[in-house]
């Protein structure tokens, strides 16, 4: 007989069931875009407006940047504990109502204190969006859908800089920046309201009736035959909450295996690395070179726009060449794409082009990546594995806008920089080639066979043994 899981991996795809899911987690993640894009659009107009130096500047991109490291570790634990549709709203909630309070900031230190404490809610947004989306996708177009919800940070990172393009010439237009971001966020979070518990998160933790209503009413939406299956008892969970739960996730994260957590991790953090250094300096960099406020800002606006057709490409791509090849090519030569606008800034229609470049290479490695490692965990560690990787690169990344603003870019010059990034880029892509396996192809928490990995001791929670296995289905006919 087969179990509740596997009739909500084998549902055809509708738009009206799983798209909806799909769509509303997408928005959350264009709010994400959008605000990470926002600090690269803030830096130079509050640099202006507190006297701010270049380092100084940097902190605005720090601190949401550590908020948000904060929140993908919490509340990826947090997903795991208390389920993904809570978690799903409280995040987004949280980021909005602490961007608002940040268009009225008297002072600098205010405005870093509660950026950060809204990247604290928004860094909870992508674990969790990912990990809800994943669990309502049919294993069929698992691959595409979690790759093509990349592509809503494109559209953010465009619609904020067309945004704060348009909010310019108003009196105090970094407050308006803030403030028009806000309101459509708490909009969604009223929406997200309707989004149902994923069931195998529900499955999971042995709450077998609210299981089943969900799994019934997916089958029953979606025209699928229905056929009895069973939802097996789960294995005891007595683990420890709060910041002792987040803790053990760590520990089990990397219990499950080494060498995959580790590949994960660099991936994250150098990938995001540079991304988010060209995401965050460019309008400054762009402004250093004689560009005025306008123009530096429509030419960071156009590396996202290329983006969106890259998401595009990229879940097309996905399941033809697998997660590895993609984000192997294309990762390093995003990172070459960036040298090559350092050396050609002074000439420009060469730096415009090589800005499309990497902005449409980074859009083509990003989804995959992401993808890619939320496949790597079964479902009980799922959000948490996937928050850790992304909480590792943030940390980082949230230090580099000051490190680059302060040492890199004063010392070394933007050539030098940008190789080094690469440089850092290129070593994780040959650490994932030899650490971590494809994924394409593999079923949900299947077994590998040969996996070192240890069962769980007593009293910890079940977690089937998986590589890199997770959610691309065991069918791939045109797409995972």
Aim: charged residues 15%; positive net charge.
């Amino acid at each position: 007989m087969k179990t509740g899981d596997q009739i909500v991996q084998e549902l055809p795809w509708k738009w009206g069931v799983q798209g909806k899911v799909f769509v509303i987690g997408g928005l959350g993640y264009l709010f994400d875009a959008y605000d990470i894009a926002l600090n690269g659009f803030l830096m130079p107009l509050l640099g202006e407006h507190f006297s701010l130096s270049l380092s100084e500047r940097g902190l605005v991109a720090t601190a949401n940047l550590v908020g948000m490291a904060v929140g993908a570790v919490a509340w990826g634990a947090v997903a795991d504990r208390i389920g993904r549709k809570r978690a799903f709203s409280v995040t987004l909630l949280i980021f909005a109502l602490f961007s608002v309070l940040g268009a009225f900031s008297p002072s600098y230190a205010v405005f870093l204190l509660l950026r950060f404490l809204a990247g604290i809610g928004l860094g909870g947004c992508i674990p969790v969006d990912y990990a809800l989306v994943a669990e309502f996708s049919p294993s069929r177009y698992r691959g595409r859908v979690l790759t093509g919800l990349d592509a809503w940070w494109p559209v953010g990172v465009t619609l904020c800089g067309l945004t704060s393009t348009v909010l310019l010439p108003l009196e105090g237009n970094w407050r308006w920046m803030l403030a028009t971001m806000s309101l459509p966020a708490l909009l969604l979070f009223w929406v997200r309201r309707g989004v149902p518990e994923s069931p195998v998160y529900l499955t999971r933790k042995g709450r077998e009736a609210e299981a089943r209503a969900v799994i019934d009413d997916l089958v029953a939406r979606t025209g699928a035959p229905r056929v009895p299956y069973e939802i097996p008892a789960p294995a005891a969970d007595g683990g420890p909450r709060g910041v002792r739960a987040a803790a053990e996730q760590l520990r089990l994260v990397w219990k499950f295996s080494p060498r995959v957590t580790s590949a994960a991790w660099l991936l994250f953090a150098t990938v995001m690395l540079v991304y988010y250094a060209a995401l965050s300096w460019m309008p400054s960099i762009l402004k250093k070179e004689g560009l005025g406020d306008t123009a530096a800002f429509m030419s960071t606006t156009l590396m996202s726009a290329v983006g969106i057709v890259a998401v595009l490409v990229s879940t097309a791509l996905v399941d033809l060449t697998g997660r590895k090849w993609l984000i192997g090519v294309t990762a390093p030569l995003a990172s070459l794409a960036l040298v090559a606008f350092a050396l050609t800034m002074r000439m420009p229609t060469a730096s415009l082009v090589t800005i499309a470049v990497f902005g449409f290479l980074a859009q083509l490695a990003i989804p995959a990546m992401y993808a890619y490692v939320s496949e790597l965990y079964p479902t009980l560690l799922r959000a948490s594995g996937f928050g850790w990787a992304s909480s590792f690169s943030r940390v980082l990344t949230g230090f580099a806008p000051l490190l680059f603003g302060s040492v890199m870019w004063p010392l070394l010059g933007l050539p030098l920089t940008f190789a080094a990034l690469g440089a850092c880029v290129f070593g994780a892509v040959l650490w994932m080639a030899v650490a971590a396996p494809e994924t394409a192809g593999r079923e949900l928490d299947e077994t590998v066979p040969g996996d070192p990995s240890p069962a769980p001791a007593a009293g910890e929670p079940h977690t089937p043994v998986a590589t890199a296995a997770g959610r691309a289905g065991t069918r791939t006919t045109g797409g995972s």
